[in-house]
């Protein structure tokens, strides 16, 4: 019984497109894990902040403090 074929030039087209679609989808879970790392790290940067804004709290009291040169005002409770 013969075997059927496609041609040489359609199973290189096919070859490549499937080998893109792979490295597609290699590249997504690379971007996936980036991801989840950076959502890590921005948890524990939100975590450092909540630290800092109770130790300043206690220092000086409720202040809003301007981040750019570091002088405050008196805050008003919510």
Known sequence: MAKNKITKEELKSLQEIVGKLN????QL????????EILHASALLKGDLE???NALKETYGLVNINLQDGTY??????
């Not at 005002?73 to 919510?78: I, Q, R, S, T, Y």
């Open 51 to 53: 630290e800092m804004q």
């Open 23 to 26: 490295q597609a989808a290699s």
């Open 29 to 36: 879970g690379n971007i996936e894990l980036q991801k989840h």
């Open 73 to 78: 005002v008196a805050g008003k409770e919510d």
